[in-house]
């Protein structure tokens, strides 16, 4: 069974500091991983995708790295704004029997960026 | 471009009632996926609807069901509700199976009371 564990589950920073969100997961035969940042009571908004032959992806102040060998991702945040401060997922997509299992995720890092 | 919706934002339902929750995917979007989101127990997975058929679901019991409609929108039900059953639902949508990338609505909280 695939489980995905984030780490640190909290983190409060000043802002502009730049900082580093983890991910592992146990089952490296995925399709993609995904980042997802969540406001409090909303949905998610996506962040970044990496397909499973790719090692990065970067948007804006936004960069991902995907390692499948060892089963870890890190989202890195460049110079932080009080605007970043959410909960931020990471989602493994991946394939059993003769279906999806849909994405799973893990708990989330709530990250607060202090003004 | 409209991005998924979900409704109603907001459902309380008493006990042992039924639920249904609304979502329509991203023009163009085949895939549908339901999503639980309880309080400390993280995101789950609950259905996934490709070209209206029902493709797989999550660890949930047979109450929890629902389908998808000609124009790909979904519907999600909830019958005999549980005190437990209180989460945010939420919805996302994607061009068809396969890698490709997750858009979700804003959900649907649902509480049983």
């Known amino acids: 069974k695939q489980e995905v564990t984030q780490i640190p589950a909290a983190l409060s920073v000043p802002e502009g500091e730049n900082l580093v969100l983890n991910c592992s997961f146990t089952d490296s035969a995925i399709y993609n991983l995904q980042w997802f940042r969540q406001d409090p009571g909303k949905g998610l908004t996506s962040l970044l995708l990496?397909?499973?032959?790719?090692r990065e992806q970067t948007s804006g102040r936004l960069n991902a790295s995907l390692d499948k060998s060892s089963g870890r991702s890190t989202l890195y945040i460049a110079a932080s704004q009080p605007g970043d401060s959410a909960t931020y997922l990471c989602?493994?997509?991946?394939?059993?029997?003769?279906?999806?299992?849909?994405?799973?995720f893990g708990k989330g890092t709530h990250l607060i960026i202090q003004p | 471009e409209a991005g998924v919706t979900q409704s109603p934002t907001h459902l309380i339902k008493t006990r042992g009632q039924q639920a249904t929750l609304r979502c329509s995917p991203i023009?163009?979007?085949?895939?549908v996926y339901w999503y639980q989101q309880a309080l400390g127990l993280g995101l789950q997975f609950l259905l996934w609807?490709?070209?209206?058929?029902?493709?797989n679901r999550g660890n949930f019991p047979p109450r929890f069901s629902g389908r998808q409609f000609p124009n790909y929108s979904s519907e999600l039900n909830v019958n005999a509700l549980e005190l437990e059953d209180s989460a945010l639902y939420l919805c996302a949508s994607s061009l068809g199976a396969g890698s490709t990338e997750a858009f979700f609505g804003q959900g649907t909280r649902l509480t049983v009371v």
């Open positions: 990496i397909q499973s032959s790719q």
């Open positions: 609807y490709d070209e209206g058929e029902e493709r």
């Open positions: 023009s163009g979007h085949t895939s």
């Open positions: 989602a493994v997509l991946k394939y059993s029997g003769g279906g999806a299992d849909g994405l799973t």
